[in-house]
């Protein structure tokens, strides 16, 4: 059985390692990250060309089943790919990644509301964690912003104040106070990404008392399957490699 794993997370590379034996995998990256971890077997980097040239490489790589476990927030390819599912009668299964309790931070429905809420509150000094196709949105701000991303932003997106940070998770509780601290942080913004490697900034940032704007996740395409583990999806494509 062939198995298209649409990856990039922790959860598609650890589900990679959890694949059934009888699975033939090849691992899709997006390829917007120059040096992306890559999980085992055989991989491919790059988009497909929408719905219609996705929907040709499945036939043409005799696919047989697909698994979608990319950023809660890729929600174009999320969205292809269900479609593309749906007209050639593939399996198709959504490994969506928890998301965090937002508690008393301000949600806002994009990067555009999570700016007019930096510019509303007059916040000064903003811990910037929306990703790099976030950052655009606030170019204009006169606030200061500590921007963390693994790999640097375009120059035009960013905000005339800032210090750019690259790093990649895991992140850890007490490095995240430090850093709040240190920066005299006033207020984080980020996307509801889920998951435990970054949930440390909202510990750190509660314990400081510091707001957060918070914008909240795409909506799943309707009708999709979805797994809320890394091992309920293995344990779906295993069903279907192994049926009784």
Not at 178 to 201: C, D, F, P, Q
Request: hydrophobic share 45%; glycine share 8%; net charge neutral.
């Amino acid at each position: 059985m062939r198995v298209l794993l649409l990856g990039g997370t922790a959860e598609a590379r650890a589900l990679a390692k959890a694949m059934h034996p009888n699975v033939e995998l090849i691992n899709s990256l997006a390829g917007r990250v120059p040096d992306p971890a890559l999980p085992v077997g055989r991989v491919r980097i790059g988009g497909f060309g929408g719905v219609p040239g996705l929907r040709t490489w499945l036939q043409d790589e005799r696919i047989d089943a697909v698994v979608d476990a990319t950023h809660p927030f890729a929600a174009t390819m999320t969205a292809h790919a269900a479609e593309a599912c749906d007209q050639l009668g593939l399996p198709h299964l959504v490994l969506v990644r928890p998301a965090w309790d937002p508690g008393e931070a301000e949600v806002v429905r994009s990067d555009v509301e999570a700016a007019q809420a930096v510019a509303a509150h007059r916040y000064t000094r903003v811990f910037l964690t929306a990703g790099r196709s976030g950052i655009k949105a606030f170019a204009a701000s006169e606030a200061w912003f500590l921007i963390r991303a693994v790999t640097d932003p375009d120059a035009d997106s960013l905000p005339r104040h800032h210090r750019v940070l690259l790093s990649r998770g895991p992140y850890h509780y007490d490095d995240e106070l430090a850093l709040l601290r240190n920066h005299r942080i006033e207020a984080l913004v980020t996307k509801n990404s889920g998951g435990e490697m970054t949930r440390a900034k909202l510990d750190a940032a509660a314990t400081l008392g510091i707001p957060v704007v918070m914008v909240a996740r795409p909506p799943l395409p309707d009708g999709v399957t979805t797994a809320g583990t890394v091992q309920q999806a293995a344990n779906w494509v295993a069903a279907l490699a192994n049926p009784r």
